[in-house]
Nanobody
Framework: VQLQASGGGLVQAGGSLKLSCAAS????????MGWFRQAPGKEREFVAA????????YYADSVKGRFTISRDNVKNTGYLQMNSLKPEDTTVYYC??????????????????WGQGTQVTVSS
């Protein structure tokens, strides 16, 4: 499945953005969807993931309570609603699709398909 991330931009601290991840060329509903982020020179960081049905969601501690992951399997699109953004959230965000087991859902290497990334910049 091919993924196209969008929705990044520049926002002030405390503001909100909603990222989208449009899937094509496969059965999106078969896959767990994840969001990761990576700053230059740093390791890739897990942000959030959602099960194929949308029934279970998982978050990094750093975004819990501020970010919400969701998906619409009819539209073949996943989302990441980001509220109360902080300057430290500034980086490139990537969506991914795969079939990791639940205990390994935070491991990016278990996701086979990746989008191109979208830049999020939060000004202080």
């Amino acid at each position: 499945v091919q993924l196209q991330a969008s929705g990044g931009g520049l926002v002030q601290a405390g503001g909100s953005l909603k990222l989208s991840c449009a899937a094509s060329g496969g059965t999106f509903s078969k896959y767990t969807m994840g969001w990761f982020r990576q700053a230059p020179g740093k390791e890739r960081e897990f942000v959030a993931a959602i099960s194929w049905s949308g029934g279970s969601a998982y978050y990094a501690d750093s975004v819990k309570g501020r970010f919400t992951i969701s998906r619409d399997n009819v539209k073949n699109t996943g989302y990441l609603q980001m509220n109360s953004l902080k300057p430290e959230d500034t980086t490139v965000y990537y969506c991914a699709a795969g079939r990791p087991i639940t205990s390994a859902i935070r491991r990016g290497e278990l996701y086979a398909c990746w989008g191109q990334g979208t830049q999020v910049t939060v000004s202080s």
